[in-house]
């Protein structure tokens, strides 16, 4: 069978946006990008083929460099003033042969115009995002999945949440196959937060600590206000998470309250307070961290989630370092699946981490449009969920049938 090559385009030039164009290779990949959107340009190829090594460097160097209108031979670009005028450009783009286009999103601004952007785009063949905000809000989440569901888009939607720690396959697994009863998601999943209080520990001042990442690209934000932005993040994390479990099991999520600060925690989100919390915490013989706690309760049909700074006890899978790393551990001791009969009782929990970064964010985000691309060459490309491991397992592929397998014996 011939491998067929999709047209792609891309939005946002950011960390991993930049990383995705340096990254995408002409020939392992299953598309090649057509147009690519900053916060005020979109370059569009005039090749047939779509752009060249360099033309993705140019557009870089524009990005990069220019603050005017450049000449470019290769490629149109159209400048934008707002969001109406970007969204209507899109839609030209695209509106002819939409079914044909696999879109990379790797912006991030606000709820609203990430929401509209992406409504704009549903109808494609694939949406793989590294975007938070729409996942986020559950009403903008519902929303674009009952249009992705509609329009026959697959979403990858792993890269909002974990980028290795395959939460977005992991968790969606498990909800196709839970029958009743409850189960519990532990989430530390930012990675820079993991990286700090593990260098914090080994004896790093906090200074020290906050120029490491800086350095090592985990941090948005330098100075005394570097951990607030990655406590918002988990939290964007958490929402997304509960939403995906909200939508597949129709129960719509008790609105999720800002982390809590509990009169054991850190006196603030200051890299110096959560320092000092985590290092007295640990003297204790605990792991203090910042905690995703995700209740699902089929029974009561109820859906809560809670994120706090909270100090784990010394034998609780989570309750180490993850330097660099997402986690995730699983309780199901309280839930019935289709595999309970199949398998003899064993433990009730999984542990999982994974590495996050821009880097691996791009990769993973690339992988997960080429294996979008593997499912849905056909036309039409019909498939019951729009969510690309639930899509997988429908059509039996191999790599999702050998996930819900090693998901079922270990739960």
Known sequence: MSRVSS???????????????????????????????????????????????????????????????????????????????????????????????????????????????????????????????????????????????????????????????????????I????????????????????????????????????????????????????LVTEVKDQTLKARIAENICGILCSIRPVPIKKPLIRSDGPKSIDPHAIAEWHLSGRKRGNYPALLSQINLDLTNLSLRCEVAFVELADRHPLARDFPGKCAMSIDTSGARFTWSREYSPGPKRLTCSGYGGAKKTAAKIIAEANRSMALSYKKPHVFSSPLLVLSALEKNERAAKKLEKQISLKL
């Not at 939409?98 to 494609?124: E, P, R, S």
């Not at 519990?184 to 593990?198: H, P, Q």
């Not at 490491?212 to 100075?223: I, T």
Request: aromatic share 10%; glycine share 6%; with cysteine.
């Open 7 to 173: 047209k792609a385009g891309l939005l946002g030039l950011g960390k991993v946006g930049t990383n995705v164009l340096l990254q995408h290779s002409y020939a392992a990949d299953r598309f090649q990008f057509h147009w690519v959107s900053d916060s005020k340009r979109i370059y569009q190829s005039r090749r047939s083929v779509g752009f060249t090594k360099k033309d993705c460097a140019k557009i870089l160097k524009i990005k990069r460099q220019s603050s005017k209108l450049p000449q470019a031979p290769n490629f149109n670009i159209y400048e934008f003033e707002n969001l109406s005028q970007q969204v209507t450009i899109l839609r030209d783009l695209t509106s002819n042969d939409k079914q044909d286009w696999v879109m990379f999103d790797t912006t991030f601004t606000q709820t609203k115009n990430d929401y509209a952007i992406a409504d704009a785009l549903m109808g494609c063949k694939a949406y793989c995002t590294a975007n938070k905000t729409p996942w986020a809000d559950y009403d903008s989440c519902s929303k674009l999945f009952q249009k992705a569901e509609e329009s026959q888009t697959l979403l990858g939607l792993n890269c909002t949440v974990g980028v290795w720690l395959d939460q977005m396959e992991i968790i969606p697994v």
């Open 175 to 226: 909800m196709r196959n839970l029958i009743s009863g409850r189960v519990d998601f532990l989430k530390r999943d930012n990675s820079s937060l993991n990286l700090f209080f593990t260098k914090i520990y080994s004896g790093l001042t906090v200074e020290e600590t906050i120029r490491d990442l800086e350095a090592s690209g985990h941090l948005d934000l330098p100075g005394a206000n570097a």
